[in-house]
């Protein structure tokens, strides 16, 4: 029951933000900010990897593999947005980083099952 919560939870959260990418909100210039070449395929991959990989996830198909590309994911997130803001103090950091620690976490338990 409770593998099939973090499941759902974390397939939402991934939809949810592909769909951001793919529909409402243009990351190129955020993308490009960070260093990252050709922005505009960068976002495209991603998008189209968490709507998938959170697709996977929340049907229960090969979640241990859909888990791993989500996990490199915030991992290049948090080292591309998060790390930067320590130079604000660990409390900023800490409250920024949230989510994404969050679902680190969630995603690894998922891994590992």
């Known amino acids: ?3 099939q ?3 759902y939870a974390v397939g939402y959260v991934f ?3 592909a769909m951001m990418k793919l529909f409402v909100a243009d990351l190129t210039s955020a993308f ?3 260093g990252l070449p050709y922005p505009d395929v ?3 991959i991603v998008a189209i990897t968490e709507l998938v990989c959170g697709i996977l996830i929340v049907c229960n198909y ?4 859909a888990a791993m590309p989500l ?3 915030m991992i290049a997130a948090l080292l591309l947005t998060k790390i930067p803001l320590l130079h604000n103090g ?3 950091f800490a409250f920024e980083a949230r989510l994404d620690i969050v679902m680190l976490i969630l995603l690894y338990i998922l891994w590992k099952k």
């Open 71 to 73: 996990l490199a994911i």
């Open 5 to 7: 919560l973090i499941r």
């Open 42 to 44: 960068v976002v495209l």
């Open 15 to 17: 939809i949810a933000s």
């Open 90 to 92: 660990f409390f900023q």
């Open 32 to 34: 490009a900010s960070y």
């Open 1 to 3: 029951m409770h593998n």
């Open 62 to 65: 090969y979640v241990r593999k």
